[in-house]
């Protein structure tokens, strides 16, 4: 795939078009997304599923990244779509999903939500607690319809590196597996939901691909349990998204301990075939040993198939000592420098050698608003373009106004037009939601 | 004051309002300001100041808040404004500051903000590197006018307790006190900038008056310096804000430092009153030992103004285990946890026994959505009111959409009629932005 990021005669192209010349006609800061490079993530992923269990569904997430035409492009590739609340459902049913194609995630759905969601079809509720189960009983009751169910189960894995505080984060979502048949058994007695579906996911930019084979293991037999002690027919099980992706360096509690363990083999993320082989694999087999057929693996991801769909076109504002401020920071890309590093490139100094250090700071008045620290890079200047790479996901759907509106965002088309995804804001857009 | 939280009869008010009854008629989650609360706090500051320097002036920062009818009543009670940015110009513009009651603060502006805060007759521009300070002159000189610039100064005050990492961090703003003279050096060569003022800003949160103390002193002797040197009249010196909230529990790292050190005079931040006092005199004391009159002191509070005149109403969605889940979070009220520990109050359980240890979850799919661990409580089931404090500062402005939209908001004012600050967001607020 060179759909992403090439350079060549000192150029950067993206989506193979070359940023140098198209960004004089814009101004910065500026998402870029390229529709090429979402195809070429979702046919390498899909079909590095299929290849080892052909009944897998793809699943985007909503919550990623929720512009209507990188829903389109993931809806026309065959995705479905996998919402987080009522807004989520609206948005994407704006891009073309139907109800029928999505699942709805969360531990905290508004009962309006919940109506919503009902009235629009919704595949299957991934729920994450007794409380949220009743809720969606009596809302389906009131409305008069059944609707299909997962529990979101947590599988307990240790991850071994994760200790003490973090580990008690991990139990934050989903059902302990030990609780997992009592609540299905519960679920039977209600009148409104069918559960059918087992649901988790293990955390986010996993690294190495044997955190999933123990979880499909887990909620393979779980399945079995079901259909052995409940005569429950699970027809889905979801292990949710989380893989990694390769060009992000993940600077997480995870890696460092890896490192200082001298563990180098998933300190950067398994390819995407290798997850979907050893996932899928395994997802068979443990089918085969439980002696259950057809069910369907589904598959949630986000970052993987967005991150480095998308980069943030900035220029330099001002150089201090070390310091250079770049015109987009944590306002448009929130993620914090604490657990992912991403890539730089000097669009117009290519070639040009990385001798400097730097720490690259965005515009908001933050302590916090900081992209990098200790970055090689070549003698800046004010007005320096700074391209930073993977901010395709949970970029625009986590930011916000802080001191300064959001930018535009362009979509480079699979024939290579310029399309927009959203126009800049305009002081308005906030002036009208505030009442004088 | 007792304009804030108050509980009598197990009752909670806020700003004299009964919570109980009074939330049965809206929608959570809902934002509850207090100008009562808004106005105790801004007369308390603004008085501790001048009882010891009369010519203190009030900047409010406008990042930390910037509803229209809270910056007017700060406007009624005397405040000028910090704006951070053209958009903060122009919605303090609308609650009624004009150019001349404001000053622009930031490390990266853009021209555009330059330019149009130019237009609009900013007073002074708190300028951040040398960089800033060119493109301030050349905007200027385009425009055809004279700016007051002030430099903010970086005082170079080593706060022991923080070392490396977070000390590389401090230094990412303003201009390191020994390359202060230079600087103003440089800008008396432009003829567009008209440098009579100093800047600073030491930190947020800061609970020990003392760093002030060390930093007038060195700004104070700058001031001398630069009349001696370079016979610059300094009018202003602005020592920002970052006077901490004694409502608030600052987990940070300063804190956990004082604690393990057994140092409890500051762990809890000093009073305003004390604040004012201790930097009052300092002020006056090193204007007198220098030989300088006249020196307007400017403050810049944000969150000592509008953190406890804010609370978020929510309700309990889920329990599960001890984790409860309430409908607003961190897409409401970004900050951290690691950083800032806020109360809770149970608003229909007051009184009762705080016996059983939760983890109280915000709504959104995101393991950080956190806003208290190990928090004791009563005995909680879903629909309880669950009252999260001190909610006022930098939680609308860096509020955003992740996968919710963004709630009412309502005033209580001095006569205690309710008015709204802003209506909820629909989902065509963002469905107008994105282009199908």
Redesign the interface.
């Known amino acids: 795939m060179n759909s992403g990021i090439t350079i060549s005669n000192r150029k950067v192209s993206f989506g193979g078009i070359s940023l140098t010349e198209f960004i004089e006609k814009y101004e910065t800061p500026l998402f870029l997304f390229s529709e090429q490079r979402l195809e070429d993530n979702y046919k390498a992923l899909e079909e590095s599923f299929r290849r080892y269990y052909p009944k897998t569904e793809v699943f985007f997430s909503v919550?990623t990244n929720?512009?209507?035409?990188i829903l389109k492009t993931l809806r026309r590739l065959g995705s479905k779509a996998e919402a987080?609340?009522a807004?989520?459902v609206?948005?994407a049913k704006?891009a073309g999903f139907e109800g029928s194609e999505m699942v709805l995630?969360?531990?905290?759905?508004?009962d309006n939500d919940i109506k919503f969601c009902i009235q629009k079809n919704i595949s299957t509720f991934n729920v994450?607690?007794?409380?949220?189960l009743r809720?969606v009983n009596r809302l389906a009751k009131a409305i008069g319809k059944k609707v299909k169910i997962s529990f979101r189960i947590f599988p307990e894995i240790r991850m071994s590196i994760l200790k003490s505080f973090i580990e008690?984060?991990?139990?934050?979502?989903g059902?302990?597996l030990s609780q997992a048949v009592e609540l299905y058994k519960e679920a039977l007695t209600m009148d409104h939901v069918i559960p059918c579906a087992i649901s988790t996911h293990i955390?986010?930019m996993i690294t190495d691909p044997r955190y999933y084979e123990k979880t499909v293991q887990r909620l393979v037999k779980l399945a079995a349990d079901l259909r052995d002690e409940l005569g429950i027919n699970i027809e889905a099980i979801n292990i949710g998204g989380g893989f990694g992706v390769q060009s992000l360096n993940y600077y997480s509690i995870q890696n460092v301990i890896l490192n200082k363990a001298g563990i180098s083999q998933y300190s950067k993320a398994a390819s995407i075939e290798e997850f979907g082989k050893r996932i899928g694999q395994k997802f068979a087999k443990e089918l085969k040993e439980n002696k259950l057929s057809e069910i369907k693996l589904i598959v949630e991801p986000g970052r993987f198939l967005v991150s480095d769909s998308g980069i943030l076109i900035t220029r330099v504002?001002?150089?201090?000592?070390k310091?250079i401020?770049?015109?987009g920071g944590i306002n448009l890309i929130?993620e914090s420098i604490f657990f992912i590093r991403r890539g730089f490139l000097i669009a117009n100094k290519i070639g040009q050698e990385a001798k400097y250090e730097y720490?690259i700071?965005?515009?908001?008045?933050n302590?916090a608003d900081?992209l990098a620290?200790n970055q090689k890079l070549p003698k800046m200047e004010?007005g320096d373009l700074v391209i930073v790479l993977d901010s395709g996901a949970y970029s625009l759907?986590?930011?916000?106004?802080?001191?300064?509106?959001?930018p535009d965002a362009l979509y480079i088309t699979k024939d290579k037009k310029i399309?927009?995804?959203?126009?800049k804001?305009q002081?308005d857009?906030?002036?009208n939601?505030?009442?004088?």
Not at 433 to 436: C, F, S
């Open positions: 919550k929720f512009e209507l035409s987080a609340s807004l989520e609206i948005i704006k995630d969360g531990p905290a759905w508004t994450d607690s007794i409380d949220e809720r008690g984060y991990i139990s934050k979502f059902i302990p955390g986010s504002v001002a150089v201090k000592d310091w401020f770049i015109d929130p720490n700071a965005g515009p908001t008045l302590t900081v620290v004010v759907t986590r930011s916000n106004q802080f001191t300064i509106l959001r399309k927009y995804l959203r126009k804001e002081p857009d906030i002036l939601k505030l009442i004088p």
